[in-house]
């Protein structure tokens, strides 16, 4: 089932460091089109000025407030709770992530 979510520029760049890099051929089409989805316009990069942070993470203005609206398929969902899984499993979970794990694994 479709899942329609608004997420805050955290979220988004969350999700887009769970997305996998490398997979069969299908889910690499829909991690595809999940990171069009997700990534930042121009526009967005202007007001959230965008520069790497101190430990290897990216910063932008706080102040600026942007949310999207993005629709998750069936696939795209498992792939994230797959990934968001295997932190979890590996004790690699950190509370930069836990705001993602609710969303998508509903505790």
Do not use: C
């Not at 069969?24 to 829909?30: L, N, S, V």
């Not at 967005?44 to 942070?53: A, I, R, V």
């Not at 993470?57 to 102040?63: D, I, K, L, R, S």
């Amino acid at each position: 089932m479709k899942a329609e979510l608004n997420l805050s520029v955290h979220d988004r760049v969350v999700i887009l460091s769970l997305l996998p890099s490398e997979a069969d051929f299908t889910t690499i089409r829909i991690v595809s089109d999940l990171k069009k989805e997700l990534s930042f316009s121009e526009e967005e990069h202007e007001q959230l000025k965008f520069k790497p942070g101190g430990d290897g993470g990216t910063t932008w203005n706080p102040e600026a407030v942007i949310s999207k609206s993005v629709i998750f398929g069936d696939k795209a969902q498992e792939i994230i709770r797959q990934a968001l899984g295997r932190l979890n499993d590996d004790n690699k979970a950190t509370e930069d992530y836990l705001n993602v794990y609710e969303l998508f694994m509903g505790e």
